[in-house]
């Protein structure tokens, strides 16, 4: 069976930081495709950041360039989120997504496999 956990969530002030992490089991993970997205009540689930197999490439969604970073230790199947100047339009619960290897992130139809979410909660 397949298991995603997101950690890291939590309640930082505007202009902070925070780091989540998404440690997976049950399946290959260094063969994974991974990705980060977000959603708010009432709105539809949305692309973050997106990360290889191999880490060698990456995306990001418009809104978060510059500021936070995607990364994957595949000896400790984890793959990390690093959001640094934070505002309070990224409040939001966080999801990692699993899918097979490819080059392309933003379809969230595409990851066959999710984490239960953690919040994060950016204060003004």
């Known amino acids: 069976q397949v298991q995603l956990v997101e950690s890291g969530g939590g309640l930082v002030q505007a202009g902070g930081s925070l780091r989540l992490s998404c440690t997976v089991s049950g399946r290959t993970f260094s063969t994974s495709t991974m990705g980060w997205f977000r959603q708010t009540p009432g709105k539809e689930r949305e692309f973050v950041a997106g990360?290889?197999?191999?880490?060698?490439?990456?995306a990001y969604a418009d809104s978060v360039k510059g500021r936070f970073t995607i990364s994957r230790d595949n000896a400790k199947n984890t793959v990390y989120l690093q959001m640094n100047s934070l505002k309070p339009e990224d409040t939001a619960i966080y999801y990692c997504?699993?899918?097979?290897?490819?080059?392309?992130?933003?379809?969230?139809?595409?990851?066959?496999?999710w984490g239960q979410g953690t919040q994060v909660t950016v204060s003004s």
């Open positions: 990360i290889s197999w191999n880490g060698g490439t990456t």
């Open positions: 997504a699993a899918r097979s290897a490819s080059l392309t992130f933003m379809r969230k139809s595409e990851y066959g496999y």
